[in-house]
């Protein structure tokens, strides 16, 4: 069984940086393609970001392009979000994915492609 534990959420200023940690155990970290998401308050769950087996390919919501960046350690089978420049608007619950596949350059894109979700970690933006 697939288990994904988010960590680095918190509370930060408009224009700083976090880095989220999600670990995978359970599986061959290899392959799987990961990715996030984000849920703010009374809005639908969102893609953020998603990366490939081998972290060849990446994707991302436009609204996050130029400011985040998602990266992965298969040796460490961890897979990381790089945030900067952060905004109110990011304020949410990110939720990091999982979906084994064959494709090396696969990445998730929607939610139906997802097998299995962490717990989500907070990230709060005080504008």
């Known amino acids: 069984q697939v288990q994904l534990v988010e960590s680095g959420g918190g509370l930060v200023q408009a224009g700083g940086s976090l880095r989220l940690s999600c670990v995978f155990s359970?599986?061959?970290?290899?392959?799987?393609?990961m990715g996030w998401f984000r849920q703010a308050p009374g809005k639908e769950r969102e893609f953020v970001a998603a990366?490939?087996?081998?972290?060849?390919?990446?994707n991302y919501v436009d609204s996050v392009k130029g400011r985040f960046t998602i990266s992965r350690d298969n040796g460490k089978n961890t897979v990381f979000l790089q945030m900067n420049s952060l905004k109110s608007e990011d304020t949410a619950v990110y939720y990091c994915?999982?979906?084994?596949?064959?494709?090396?350059?696969?990445?998730?894109?929607?939610?139906?492609?997802?097998?299995?979700w962490g717990q989500g970690t907070q990230v709060t933006v005080s504008s």
């Open positions: 990366i490939s087996r081998r972290g060849t390919d990446t």
């Open positions: 359970g599986r061959t970290f290899s392959t799987y393609a």
């Open positions: 994915a999982a979906r084994e596949i064959r494709i090396q350059t696969f990445t998730i894109a929607t939610m139906n492609q997802v097998d299995y």
